[in-house]
């Protein structure tokens, strides 16, 4: 089945600690997104890469880094310097010539 | 810049009853608009899109919105709920671009609970 799947589905962290969370399309999309979901918030634009080896900052991208070394592949990584990182966290793909954006299950994460 | 106003963080309803979730929306130039909706822990899924053809969408589950530009909204409704609807959905914007802007704006949400 074509689709995004992201790991883990829950995550805890201690304070201090990077973490990466996976997304993986087998859809050949080129464009991939990652977003962050706080309650009441809506979805806020953390980083997105239109083609592999380019990605621009989002609206919030103070503390997060990634990385599009494969088409199929976009990690982001929670760094130390992220001072709230406890939320929902999605990656989203989108193919060429279309405004529509497909969305993966989401990770958890917790800080402790 | 584009934005997107949900209003009512929190629609409740009656099953059987008529659905009505808002969402007015901002854009310098003409829009695509979305519906997503998201089940609890889950990704958000495509219910429908506005894309400048037909300004009645029909979508998944029984959705349909209509894009009014003198009102600038984005509204969507199903005629009778059912318990399965009971989701958080989102409206959001992009530019009509083909695609070649690549951001999507969200509105904040509209939890709709329904009641048996």
């Known amino acids: 089945d074509g689709g995004i799947t992201q790991s883990p589905k829950y995550l805890f962290r201690k304070e201090g600690q990077n973490v990466t969370l996976s997304c993986e399309q087998n859809l050949n999309h080129d464009a991939m997104y990652w977003y962050r979901q706080d309650p009441g918030q809506g979805l806020r634009l953390i980083y997105y890469?239109?083609?592999?080896?380019?990605?621009q900052k989002g609206d919030i991208a103070e503390g997060y880094s990634v990385s599009r070394e494969k088409k199929e592949s976009f990690p982001l990584t929670v760094t130390s310097a992220q001072k709230n990182p406890t939320a929902f966290y999605l990656c989203a793909s989108r193919g060429a010539y279309t405004d529509t954006q497909y969305f993966g299950p989401g990770t958890r994460l917790t800080v402790l | 810049a584009q934005s997107v106003t949900q209003l009512g963080s929190h629609v409740s309803v009656s099953e059987g009853a008529l659905v009505l979730l808002r969402c007015n929306y901002s854009?310098?130039?003409?829009?695509?608009l979305f519906w997503y909706v998201q089940y609890p822990n889950q990704g958000l899924q495509l219910l429908l899109k506005?894309?400048?053809?037909?300004?009645l969408v029909k979508g998944i589950n029984g959705f349909e919105a209509e894009f009014k530009k003198s009102e600038t909204s984005f509204h969507l409704t199903k005629p009778s709920a059912h318990m399965s609807d009971a989701a958080e959905y989102f409206c959001a914007v992009s530019k009509n671009s083909g695609g070649s802007n690549y951001k999507l704006t969200f509105g904040k949400g509209t939890l709709l609970t329904v009641n048996p």
């Open positions: 854009s310098s130039v003409p829009p695509y």
């Open positions: 506005y894309t400048s053809a037909a300004t």
């Open positions: 890469s239109q083609i592999v080896n380019d990605f």
